[in-house]
């Protein structure tokens, strides 16, 4: 079983609508969720981040982290063909150590936001 | 804003050649890491790095890869004899503090294309 499930898409929509893409994950030990959008060929820009369950909001985009279903979403609301990009989901644990986990990386969804 | 740099952005090396790819790290922070992503792959963890020390590792970071930070800014990662198959994007990533956070920041990515 994958670490961290990601549909690659492409998802298409039209601009104006509300976007929701999610990841499942089967370690329980993460805690820490962070959503990255990429252009293609250039590297992750940071987009949201989360710890445990719970929402986060930040304008047009909202973090949604579900630990009891191992789920983990971000919506786009009022999408811009701007936002058209390869969303990737990531989420890693904090060792007993305290040291520098890497991150775990869902495949990616490509999105299309039709003008 | 503060930014993670890497070079250079597209390096071309023959197979068992050995390469060098060069990242300077956001000024204040402490943790350093390497990823990698084949194309059309997940981005993929391969080392951190704190403390003038390795942190952590995965299974890709075998004998051919090093990590060095020679100065008090650069971080680099060492591929002693290349292989067809390193050809991918490689990303170099730092942050603050990850004992309380775990927020990573990616720069820009070297290519590496092995021929």
């Known amino acids: 079983q994958k670490e961290v499930e990601q549909d690659p898409g492409p998802l298409s929509v039209p601009e104006g609508a509300i976007v929701s893409l999610n990841c499942t994950y089967s370690n329980s030990a993460f805690q820490y969720f962070m959503w990255y959008r990429q252009y293609s060929r250039k590297g992750p820009e940071l987009l949201m981040y989360?710890?445990?369950?719970g929402n986060k909001e930040d304008g047009r985009f909202t973090a949604q982290v579900d630990k009891s279903s191992k789920y983990i979403s971000l919506f786009i609301r009022d999408s811009q063909p701007s936002d058209s990009a390869t969303y990737l989901c990531?989420?890693?644990?904090?060792?007993?150590?305290?040291?520098?986990?890497?991150?775990?990386f869902g495949k990616g969804t490509h999105l299309i936001i039709q003008p | 804003e503060p930014e993670v740099t890497q070079t250079p952005s597209h390096q071309v090396t023959q197979m068992g050649q050995e390469v060098i790819l060069r990242c300077v790290p956001i000024?204040?922070?402490?943790?350093f890491y390497w990823y990698r992503q084949i194309l059309g792959q997940k981005v993929e963890f391969l080392v951190s790095f704190y403390n003038n020390e390795i942190s952590e590792k995965s299974e890709i970071f075998d004998d051919q890869f090093s990590v060095e930070r020679p100065d008090g800014s650069n971080f680099t990662l060492k591929i002693r004899s290349t292989k067809l198959e390193d050809s991918a994007m490689y990303f170099c990533?730092?942050?603050?503090?990850?004992?309380?956070?775990?927020?990573?920041?990616f720069g820009a990515g070297t290519r590496l294309s092995v021929l």
């Open positions: 989360t710890y445990s369950s």
């Open positions: 990531a989420m890693t644990s904090l060792d007993s150590g305290g040291g520098a986990d890497g991150l775990t």
């Open positions: 000024s204040n922070h402490l943790y």
């Open positions: 990533a730092s942050s603050e503090d990850p004992s309380w956070k775990n927020i990573q920041y």
